[in-house]
C-alpha cells in the first residue's frame, strides 16, 4: 500500500481510537467502513491484503465491476448507495449488506428477490436526520413505523440505523443528527422491534467520523480521508431529484 495512503488510515484510525476514548467507548467497538467508489481495484487490493475487509461502494454497476472478479473476487463490499428496485437483484448478487433502506418499495423488492434465492441478508434502514431535501431515508418522525412494517419480513435482518449528516465544513453541525439517530435507536430497542442484532449506528464521514464516534457510531463511513479527493462531485452520489 503507498505510503500516504497507510499514513492517513493510521491518522483515521487513531482519531477513532481517541474519539472512543474522549466519549469513555470501547475502541473496539467502532469500526471502520473504507468507502471504496471511485477507486480501482488495484488500489483496494493493499487494504484487502493488509487484511481490511469491511469496504463500501455506492453505485451497483461499479460494485459489481470491481469486485465481480479480478484482485478483489471472493470479497464482497457492503452498499451504501440509494438502492433502484430494478438494481436490487444484481445489488444482492455483488454485495453484502444492504445500509440504505428506505422504503417499503424497496423492502418488498428485497423480500422478494431474498427468497428467490433462499436467503436472509444483514440491512440497515436510512434515515434522513438533516431534514435536506436532496438526502434519502425515511423522516425520523416515521423510522419507527418504518422499523415495524420491515420486521415483518424475516429474510431481511435490520442489524441498526444509517445516516448522512448534514453537509457542512463544522462537524458540530453533523452532532445533532448522530444524537437523533441513537434516540431512535433507543426507541425501536425500547419496543422491542427487533432482537439483540439490531445494534448498530452506521454514521459519520471523512469530515465527522470523530464526532460520529463520539455520539455512539460503531460504523464509520470513510473515503476521502484515506484516499484522497474525489474528482466526481458528491450530487452524483446523492442525487437532488430522486427518482424514486
Ligand atoms: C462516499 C460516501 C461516504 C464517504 O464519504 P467521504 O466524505 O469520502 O468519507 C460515506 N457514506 C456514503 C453513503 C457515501 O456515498
Known sequence: MPERERERLDGVLAEMRAAAGRSGRDPGSVELMLVTKTVDASRIAPFVERGHRLFGENKVQEAKAKWGGGELAGYRPDFIGHLQTNKVKACLESCGRIHAVDRMGLVVALDRELRKRGEERDVFLQVNTSGEPSKFGVPPHEAVALAEAVSAYPSLRVAGLMTLAAFSTD????????????????EVLRRR????????????????????????????????????????????????????
Open 171 to 186: 462537524p458540530e453541525k453533523s452532532r445533532p443528527c448522530f444524537r437523533l439517530l441513537r434516540s431512535l435507536r433507543e
Open 193 to 244: 422491534i427487533f432482537g439483540p442484532e439490531f445494534r448498530h449506528l452506521s454514521m459519520g464521514m471523512s469530515g465527522d467520523f470523530g464526532v460520529a464516534v463520539e455520539e455512539g457510531a460503531t460504523i464509520v463511513r470513510v473515503g476521502s480521508a484515506v484516499f484522497g479527493h474525489r474528482s466526481t462531485p458528491n450530487s452524483l452520489y446523492w442525487p437532488d431529484h430522486p427518482s424514486e
